[in-house]
């Protein structure tokens, strides 16, 4: 007698709940009808970070009859139909946003990230300082986590963070820690900066461009937030960490710590180079070089994603000249980074097809989408904005369960967010933060981040015994996040 095994329930890929969303948007184009806005004041004319949209005007809003058809099961002539949707969105827009600009910026800047992760500096550099404070323990955990913040926070350490969970484990467990600490100091450091970015290529770039509002605006706000989020997670996993040293048998990953303790050692030791420094001088020059152009030279989508690919080429040109690299290696990694980064950007273009076929996103021009965003802003417009702010923040964390990528949440999400909060009286900005909040703050507690998955893998911890541990802290960062938000209304956050 056969016996049978179950396979395991798992959450449909992004692709598939896109897909479903196309048939929803293909039948609504046929069920609800198309309407306009007009805009209380015209677009900037200047190119770039000021090419901004006009302000909605919610009072404006009419239905213009028989305007809108529904959308043909395959369109002609480069119209726009259900089957062409995934063609059509990833051909749209320009290089200054949304699709084909961003779906450019994705790959080119995660193909200079794959160069930088190959030549190792970063992982030696952070190796490098783990053995430097080792012997300071009451310096190690601060450290280790503002570094991994830093990295969630610069450029969007996030799977990264498993290679260090199995670099860091042993120690942890040496210096009395747990498999659970390892995590808060890794993967919960990096979505801890991820979520409250100033500058983040990956979320915050993106939701911005999307928005169609300056890149690397309103940082003064997130670096506040980005400090009083950090400094939290500091003194939260600081204060678990004694309780642990202080009785191990507390701890919900005990058994398998002790497990662990009698098969490994804590040895994390590895060589760290003056090629490394170099490399890591160029990288945050590039950095510096990247600021400046945005906050002083206006630099948009095509000069950043082009800044990124130079730092990529003048690192590898440093890493092959230092014989840490091939030239081959070198491309390898940069196909590498920006093939991982290929599904986001598929899906960056592909979601642009539920814009189109829902009418376009002009408010102007007639189309579903304009009909749905005016009586979902009635719906919140009769609320107070504090209490829309906070829903929409409520609204992207539930949407992260399903679509974890930061990236493909924002192409998602930030078409309808951004003009939403037209209408209901809030700036754009807010809404972005509203995204990179519900976005990233989830991703410590979600079973569909493949990253928080992975680290929990090497570790040994299981999902729920992870979220027996976990659900405390999220609620924690929940309501600091809600408190961001409100203040930002409070101060009227552009």
Known sequence: MSTVHNKPVSMPDAFIILFFVMILAAIASHLIPAGVFTLTEPAPVAEGATKLKGKIDPNSFTLVQDSQQGVPLFAEGGGIGFFNYAFEGLVSGNKWGSAVGVVAFILLTGGAFGIIMKTGAIHNGILALIEKTKRMEFLFIP????????????????????????????????????????????????????????????????????????????????????????TFGIVFTMRYAAKIKTAPETSLSYHTDQKLRAQQTADAKHQYSALDSTILLAFFAGLVWIIWGVTTRKYYIPEIASQFFTIGIVIAVIAVLGKRLSMNEAADGFKQGAAELLPAALIVGMAKGIVLMLGGENPEDPSVLNTLLYYSGQALGDLPTYLSAWLMLVIQSIFNFF??????????????IAPLADLVGLSRQIAVLAFQLGDGLTNCIIPTSAALIGCLGVVRVDWTVWFKFVWKLQLWLFLLASSFMLLAVAIGYQ
């Open 143 to 230: 450290l280790m986590f503002g570094l991994f913040s830093l990295g969630g926070a610069v450029f969007g350490m996030g799977e990264e963070a498993i290679a260090f969970c199995i670099v860091l484990l042993p120690l942890m467990l040496a210096l009395g820690y747990d498999a659970i600490t390892t995590v808060l100091v890794t993967y919960v450091a990096t979505q801890i900066g991820f979520a409250t970015s100033w500058m983040n290529p990956f979320n915050v770039s993106i939701a911005q461009g999307i928005a169609e509002i300056p890149l690397m605006s309103g940082a003064n706000l997130r670096i506040a937030m980005w400090l009083v989020f950090t």
């Open 403 to 416: 679509v974890a990528s930061g990236s493909g949440q924002a192409a998602l999400t930030m078409p309808l």
